[in-house]
């Protein structure tokens, strides 16, 4: 049965702190990667309403664009380029506030004002990226970085 994600009014804050348990029950019990990266995108895009909510997995030593939401994405990242893959070799979360500052930013779509990106890390090894990006400047902030790194420690990989 499909759990209920109704949209949840308030602060930033109280937004995830109410989405994170929701997140935690779609996952509990299910073992598909796919299902569980897709169940969370649509999660997040559902309850913000940003831009493009998606993963990005390495695969043969680059990040292929996994289960995502919002337009047309590029599909390969190589390690070091963009905010992906910046993200993926330095295995830490980026906050960009304007995209258009940000040294060799890969621009998928021209609508992408900010972004933040969050390293999935197991093993010590960065396995995927989580990518939201935001029509409007200096959208995401350190309450961002906080619930989307526990949101993507919720996931098996």
């Given at each position: 049965m499909a759990e209920d994600l109704s949209i949840i009014?308030?602060?930033?804050?109280?937004?995830?702190?109410?989405?994170?348990?929701?997140?935690k029950g779609l996952l509990e019990g299910e073992n598909d990667l796919v299902?569980?990266?897709?169940?969370?995108?649509?999660?997040?895009?559902?309850q913000f309403g940003w831009l493009w909510v998606?993963?990005?997995?390495?695969?043969?030593?680059?990040?292929?664009?996994?289960?995502?939401?919002?337009?047309?994405?590029?599909?390969?990242?190589?390690?070091?380029?963009?905010v992906c893959?910046?993200?993926?070799?330095?295995?830490?979360?980026?906050?960009?506030?304007?995209?258009?500052?940000?040294?060799?930013?890969?621009?998928?779509?021209?609508?992408?004002k900010s972004e933040i990106v969050v390293p999935v890390i197991r093993n010590d090894e960065v396995v995927?990226?989580?990518d939201v990006d935001s029509e409007d400047l200096d959208q995401f902030d350190p309450t961002d970085q906080r619930y989307l790194e526990e949101i993507v420690n919720l996931i098996s990989f």
């Open positions: 009014t308030g602060s930033k804050e109280d937004q995830y702190q109410s989405l994170v348990p929701q997140i299902a569980n990266l897709a169940n969370t995108v649509a999660a997040l895009k559902e998606g993963f990005y997995v390495v695969k043969n030593n680059e990040l292929v664009v996994g289960p995502f939401q919002g337009p047309v994405a590029c599909t390969r990242i190589r390690k070091g380029k963009g893959g910046t993200s993926w070799a330095e295995a830490k979360t980026i906050i960009v506030p304007d995209v258009e500052k940000f040294p060799g930013h890969i621009a998928c779509s021209s609508l992408s995927a990226v989580l």
